[in-house]
Structures are given as structure tokens and as C-alpha cells.
T-cell receptor, first 116, second 113 residues
């Protein structure tokens, strides 16, 4: 049972345009969400996160939106750059015990390609 | 500033062989974990640890053992390798508490033939 789903395996956008990556989750206990970026032959690197008490978090060109009622989050990249081409993973965790214990549940990933 | 270091980067094993994947972190993080990445499945949690001497199973623990004798090190042992364990393995560490991100190593690509 996939608790975190990224239904688009790939996304292709033009440089300078907006990239929107989507993620859905089913577990109501998830209360903290993260996006990771991964280049080939490297480990995932943290990009941006959002707590369930917020509906938006911005960091430069990256904005994450959370819709709790729909159990949906999205990552917006504006403007997109060729260096953003990578695999993007959505991840979720629960802090129900006062801590996440470092346990993350990941989506399948979306391959983003930004064309010059 | 090494972060999370995994060794080896690549490994080929024969079915039935055993080996240990090494993971070390220098950030004094309390939590450490192992994930495997397979095509189309994202990363799945194998085992995790919340501190020295404390480990627990994740989503896909079968065929793997872990131990954590120090804060810094969290080795993953494959007891008898099987082709189904062909994967890319990532070690991660994070601080204790709510809403902290995990830092990942560069990964170990393991092939079992």
C-alpha cells in the first residue's frame, strides 16, 4: 500500500517557465512533508519542507503548497532552470510521538527535465 | 565537513554471500536509517535507529541486520545475499525532534548475481 504517491513519472518544461510537481498521501497521521532532489549517482538532498499547520512555505524559487483536506501537496519551481533537472521525491513523516524518529515515507519520484 | 559517508560505492556479490555496508555520520545526529531505492518504488525504509544501542525495523527489514554501537556508525549487514537485494542503498541521519530533515549519503549500488 503506497501511502505517498507521485502519479507523474516525468515532467518536461521550458527554461523560465513554472514547474509543478504533485504528491498525494493517504495516511492522516502524516504531519510533516519534505521534498528532496536527487541527481544521478548521488544521494537525495533536502529541498524544502512544510508542517501540517501551514498551507504554504517559500524558499527562493521553490514553494510548497499543502492542501490537508485533499491530502495533496505540490512543489512549484519558478522560474525553472536547466540545473533543476533531477528526480524529485516527496516524503512524509508523522511526529505523533513528539518526534519523527527519522522515519520517512517516500513517493516514487518524478523526473523533471528543464529544456534550455 | 563530510556529513554522511557510505562505503563501498559499488559492490557485486554472489548469491549466498554476506557483506556489510558501512555508514558513518559526523553531525552528532541521534537518528540514523537505511533505505533502499528500486525503480518505480521510491525509497523504502529498511531499519532505523534512534540512538546507540536502539534499532527497529522499517518497511522492508527481511534479510538485513543492523546494530548501532556508537552515535556515528550504523552498518547494514546482508546475511545471505539474494538477487532480490540488488538495489541502491542509502544511509541517512537526522537530529532528534519534530520536523527535522534527513541528510543522505551518496549511496551504495549493490548487485547480487
Amino acid at each position: 500500500d503506497q501511502q505517498v504517491k507521485q502519479n507523474s513519472p516525468s515532467l518536461s518544461v521550458q527554461e523560465g517557465r513554472i514547474s509543478i510537481l504533485n504528491c498525494d498521501y493517504t495516511n492522516s497521521m502524516f504531519d510533516y512533508f519534505l521534498w528532496y532532489k536527487k541527481y544521478p549517482a548521488e544521494g537525495p538532498t533536502f529541498l524544502i519542507s512544510i508542517s501540517s499547520i501551514k498551507d504554504k512555505n517559500e524558499d527562493g524559487r521553490f514553494t510548497v503548497f499543502l492542501n490537508k483536506s485533499a491530502k495533496h501537496l505540490s512543489l512549484h519551481i519558478v522560474p525553472s532552470q536547466p540545473g533543476d533537472s533531477a528526480v524529485y521525491f516527496c516524503a512524509a513523516t508523522s511526529n505523533a510521538g513528539g518526534t519523527s524518529y527519522g522515519k520517512l515515507t517516500f513517493g516514487q519520484g518524478t523526473i523533471l527535465t528543464v529544456h534550455p | 565537513n563530510a556529513g554522511v559517508t557510505q562505503t563501498p560505492k559499488f559492490q557485486v556479490l554472489k548469491t549466498g554471500q554476506s557483506m556489510t555496508l558501512q555508514c558513518a555520520q559526523d553531525m552528532n545526529h541521534e537518528y540514523m536509517s537505511w533505505y533502499r531505492q528500486d525503480p518505480g518504488m521510491g525509497l523504502r525504509l529498511i531499519h532505523y535507529s534512534v540512538g546507540a544501542g536502539i534499532t527497529d525495523q522499517g518497511e522492508v527489514p527481511n534479510g538485513y541486520n543492523v546494530s548501532r554501537s556508537t552515535t556515528e556508525d550504523f552498518p547494514l549487514r546482508l546475511l545471505s545475499a539474494a538477487p532480490s537485494q540488488t538495489s541502491v542503498y542509502f544511509c541517512a541521519s537526522s537530529r532528534a525532534g519534530q520536523g527535522t530533515e534527513a541528510f543522505f549519503g551518496q549511496g551504495t549500488r549493490l548487485t547480487v548475481v
